[in-house]
């Protein structure tokens, strides 16, 4: 195997915003699993990659992991030559059910029933594309992903890096992945403006993205647009609540805004979300700072 397509379980934890307590489990479930070389190192490939950003939208999107541990198991069963399913196949859903389309025939993986015309054209609203189309184009966003996320794990320059991504979104206006991980870039290198437009080309594509909006909330911060971070980390908070790092970056730039009551509410989400974090210790100073402790003793 190439070895421009292996990353190691810290590089897709950082790429792909997943703990190794979710890869851990996910691979106890049989439904992506690290590849081992012959020193026993586990790695992933890119098609891995896709498959883990399958599941983890699929999850967010509410359906369950078991739920979708059988579905696969079913699949693998009924599709023969499909040995990564999530890699290869179009796979979707509306928050409950998983449905997986091949060659323009979409199949319910439990009952291995196609899903007719009709039925396509009654969910259609409803469903949302979580792997990636087939397509030419697609599959140029593909390459050039690949490209851009082998260059970020240091096969390559961070300028490299950033290229490859607008080539990947040039081929596909929809990869959203392209536009945060190269937003994130220039937010790395200090480019805050650029980072933003990034973000907000994110947003724009879907609204209800928590990470576009909290990646966004904190660029506004670093350019000194306080109130404009409070509202998009708002949206982040409210999207995903059990985002640590939201509620810390949230309740800072409170801070700022000396919205104290504001912001004891989430140093105390961060501490309940991150109790033994690196930060955990100045958010609980902070909740002990004169005016936030005030904050919590006026009445509503």
């Known amino acids: 195997m190439d070895a421009t397509n292996r990353f190691s379980l810290e590089d897709v934890q950082r790429i792909l915003g997943l703990t190794s307590k979710q890869l851990d489990h996910w691979n106890r479930l049989g439904l992506v699993s690290p590849q081992e070389e012959e020193k026993g190192t586990p790695f992933y490939d890119f098609r891995d990659l896709i498959g883990l950003r399958t599941v983890k939208q699929l999850v967010e999107q509410g359906v369950r992991a078991n739920h979708l541990q059988r579905a696969l198991a079913a699949l693998r069963e009924k599709l023969d030559k499909a040995d990564a399913p999530l890699a290869e196949l179009r796979v979707l859903s509306d928050g409950k059910d998983v449905v997986v389309e091949r060659h323009g025939a979409r199949l319910e993986p439990l009952s291995g029933q196609f899903v007719l015309n009709f039925e396509t054209r009654e969910i259609k609203e409803r469903v949302r594309v979580i792997a990636l189309p087939a397509g030419v184009s697609k599959r140029s966003a593909d390459n050039w992903f690949a490209r851009a996320l082998a ?123 991150d109790p033994t974090g690196p930060w955990s210790s100045y958010a609980r100073q902070r909740l002990a700072s004169d005016k936030i402790a005030k904050a919590g003793n006026t009445p509503h």
């Open 151 to 273: 260059c970020e794990s240091g096969k390559g320059t961070r300028a490299e890096a950033i290229s490859a991504y607008d080539h990947a979104f040039e081929a596909d206006p929809d990869r959203i992945d392209a536009l945060l991980n190269c937003g994130t870039l220039h937010y790395e290198d200090g480019n805050f403006e650029k980072a933003a437009k990034y973000f907000r080309r994110a947003i724009a594509l879907d609204s209800a993205n928590a990470l576009a909006h909290f990646n966004l909330g904190s660029v506004l911060d670093e350019i000194g647009q306080v109130e404009a971070a409070r509202q998009h980390l708002r949206l982040a908070v409210r999207l995903r609540p059990e985002n640590a790092d939201a509620r810390y970056n949230l309740a800072f730039v409170c801070e700022k805004l000396s919205a104290f009551s504001e912001a004891r509410e989430h140093w105390q989400a961060y501490v309940r979300l």
